[in-house]
């Protein structure tokens, strides 16, 4: 029997997945879809065979739907989630988790008197081939103890409705996540600096940005946040260890000699970039539903990136380094 999964909220991302689990995932299939535009939920769900819901809730409370994806506007995810740990299914909840650190916490609370974990959050970075050796080299101690983290996150452009929060809360959250579990520390501080602008940008826009942290261990990270760079979508990491360091391979592209020059494309969209990640973090997913229980980036993970973001963006109004204030992770997301 296949996993029949309800999707609630069907624009780009929804609709991507509903797609992928149609195309790319074994032993599943999209049962019930809902948006808050009806019309957009009837196209998604005419595309991979679905039946149309009025709401989330119906998609949760209903029978044939075994397992539950959660896609739609970041403020109303803490009520999916809940409505699906309260009904024990599975959930995948697509970043963030909620929007307040509050309703992470009411997730979490709720998970755990549910007695298994049902939740897993969508930092697609964690199944990226690159990430995963990287982390594989870390966890391995070629490296030695890991001493810095430098990142870079970069857009070739942004729309006119990106703000400087969303270079914390929508960019750099995913370096957040990727960076807590490359090196399996919490972050205790966030500091944002604000370096000359680029003319590349709208008035009400600071770009580009750095922003420090620093991790329980003592640990420093960086990470370069420039969403108007203009050459493409450029994705980097390097851990440096006591002994050794290491860097994210670039996307694997086909080196071309043509009229006296040796060039290679760069990567103009997030959507290419992740693809497989993306593939491979929904069938892993499904698999782990079909189960009754979920793996990969947890609750508390989401609770982390949100306090931890909350911080940087205190830190873009005052410049002061400020504490994340995280506290202990529970044993039962160990």
């Not at 809902?34 to 019309?39: A, G, K, L, Y």
């Not at 039946?51 to 998609?59: F, G, H, I, L, P």
């Not at 199944?127 to 001493?147: I, M, N, Q, S």
Request: with cysteine; net charge negative.
């Amino acid at each position: 029997m296949p996993l029949n999964v309800g999707l609630v909220g069907a624009g780009m991302i929804g609709a991507d997945h509903a797609r992928r689990i149609g195309t790319a995932v074994a032993g599943a299939r999209v049962a019930a879809v809902t948006d808050i535009d009806p019309d957009r939920a009837a196209a998604v769900a005419a595309s991979c065979g679905a039946r149309t819901a009025a709401s989330d809730r119906e998609v949760v409370d209903a029978g044939d739907v075994d397992a539950v994806l959660v896609a739609s506007w970041g403020p109303a995810h803490a009520e999916s989630v809940l409505a699906a740990v309260a009904a024990r299914k599975p959930v995948f909840c697509e970043k963030p988790l909620a929007t307040t650190a509050e309703d992470c916490l009411k997730i979490i609370e709720a998970e755990q008197a549910s007695g298994r974990r049902l939740v897993q959050v969508g930092f697609m970075r964690r199944y990226d081939t690159g990430y995963r050796a990287l982390k594989r080299l870390v966890d391995g101690g070629d490296l030695g103890e890991p001493l810095m983290v430098h990142c870079v996150h970069r857009n070739a452009e942004v729309p006119e409705s990106y703000h400087s929060a969303m270079a914390v809360q929508d960019t750099a959250v995913h370096e957040i996540d990727a960076v807590r579990w490359l090196l399996d520390d919490e972050i205790t501080s966030a500091q944002v600096l604000f370096p000359k602008r680029t003319r590349n940008r709208f008035d009400h826009l600071r770009d580009p940005q750095v922003m420090l942290f620093e991790t329980a261990s003592g640990a420093r990270v960086d990470v370069e946040v420039f969403v108007n760079c203009r050459y493409g979508y450029d994705i980097r990491c390097e851990v440096v260890g006591e002994t050794g360091t290491a860097e994210l391979p670039p996307p694997a592209e086909p080196a071309v000699r043509s009229a006296a020059r040796l060039s290679t494309a760069v990567v103009q969209d997030w959507k290419d970039r992740f693809a497989d990640a993306y593939d491979t973090e929904i069938r892993e997913w499904t698999a782990a539903a079909a189960e009754g229980t979920a793996s990969g980036p947890s609750s508390w993970d989401g609770y982390a990136a949100a306090v931890v973001t909350d911080a940087a963006v205190r830190s873009q109004q005052t410049g002061d380094v400020v504490p994340t204030g995280i506290g202990r992770r529970p044993d039962f997301y160990a």
